[in-house]
């Protein structure tokens, strides 16, 4: 399962929440098989923490918005984010 969540930290937040959405609804429609149910949540866990981290990211970014003395936001600086 490692190499399965390995390609998830190559997505984008919209393929990992496309995906996700996907396997909600494979599992409240209630007919995936126990063992298959099992992997695709594990899955699920992985692409949910690809979107937390997209996120915490884009918020990072939104929260790096320069301001002048008067609180008007003058550009953006660029964000130290370690890959």
């Known amino acids: 399962m490692a190499e399965a969540n390995a390609d998830v930290r190559k ?3 919209e393929k990992a929440i496309e995906e996700l959405e996907s ?3 494979r599992l409240e429609g209630g ?3 126990l063992e298959e149910s099992v992997a695709i949540y594990e899955r699920g866990e992985a692409l949910k ?3 937390d981290e997209l ?3 884009a918020e990072a970014r939104v929260e790096k918005i320069t301001r002048d003395a008067d609180g008007a936001p003058t550009g953006s600086e660029p964000l130290d984010v370690e890959r």
């Open 55 to 57: 996120l915490k990211q």
């Open 31 to 33: 007919k995936v098989p």
């Open 11 to 13: 997505l984008s937040f």
């Open 23 to 25: 396997i909600v609804t």
């Open 49 to 51: 923490r690809r979107c």
